[in-house]
């Protein structure tokens, strides 16, 4: 019985030698073979962003085996770019590599001086620009800017900034940002123009969000009704007016 034992346990970690050999085997077969050098990124969910700018942050070389690559090493480097808000990234056999992403929208623009800041969701800075590149959102004028630094929430030299930077959300959550084409603050109010030439007149206090939303009302039955140009007075809580 012991001699049966014995052969038993030798043939064990003969058994266990041999697959750790065998997977220590695979591994330089995966890490040596050409069969697994990079060949193709395919890229997922991107707007602004381009191939070529993810390839270029994640350092990814074509020809590099793709087991060399650490996944999450290359997320942690596409996160680092202030356009990029989520990426995921996976190995498709036997020579790809699939990199998904989400992207933060530019949701306005500060001009600030000579420069444009370009801002996402929650103020976050996305860029600085000395010119405009995006028509479609609006263009913030009329206060200064403490602070610019890309990748962080912007300060806004204002005791009004978290209304602004509100007024600036809400108008992405109604999907009104490209129907307004400029904001012009004025200590605590402010006046927005639509691409169909529309002054509004706004209050930058507690009812914002509120004013925001029966504005979007408003728009659509300015459409509706054929009427461009004119002024809508939203200062006044209780009432709306408009004026040809």
């Known amino acids: 019985m012991k001699k049966n034992k014995c052969r038993l346990n030798k043939k064990g970690k003969f058994a266990i030698y041999a697959f750790i050999l065998l997977v220590i085997l695979l591994i330089y077969i995966c890490i040596s073979s050409s069969i697994f050098e990079l060949k193709e990124v395919s890229l ?3 707007n602004k962003i381009t191939k070529n700018d993810v390839v270029k942050i994640a350092s990814i070389e074509e020809g590099k085996n793709i087991f060399k690559y650490n996944l999450k090493d290359i997320e ?15 190995r498709k056999f036997p020579d790809k590599l ?7 929208s530019e949701d306005a623009i500060i001009k600030d001086g000579k420069n444009y800041v ?22 913030v004028s009329g206060i200064q800017i403490k602070d610019k630094q890309v990748n962080t929430k912007v300060k806004i030299n204002s005791n009004k900034s978290n209304y602004i930077i509100l007024t ?3 108008l992405k959550k109604n999907n009104m940002s490209r129907k307004i084409e400029s904001i012009n603050i ?4 402010m006046i927005m123009k639509t691409d169909e030439n529309t002054n509004i007149n706004l209050k930058l206090d507690e009812d914002i969000v509120y004013n925001i939303n029966r504005l979007k009302v408003i728009l659509v039955d300015l459409k509706t009704s054929n009427k461009k140009g004119g002024s809508v007075d939203l200062t006044s809580k209780e009432q709306a007016i408009y004026s040809p």
């Not at 699939?98 to 933060?104: A, D, F, G, L, T």
């Not at 996402?120 to 609006?138: A, H, Q, R, Y």
């Not at 004025?186 to 109010?189: A, E, G």
Request: without cysteine.
């Open 76 to 90: 942690e480097k596409l996160l680092g770019n202030p356009y990029i808000k989520y990426a995921k990234t996976t």
């Open 44 to 46: 997922n969910g991107n």
């Open 186 to 189: 004025n200590q605590n109010t």
């Open 118 to 139: 370009y801002l996402g969701m929650d103020g976050l800075v996305l860029s600085e620009k000395k010119e405009i590149t995006n028509k479609n959102i609006p263009l």
């Open 98 to 104: 699939v990199i998904n992403i989400k992207e933060n």
């Open 168 to 170: 600036i959300d809400t």
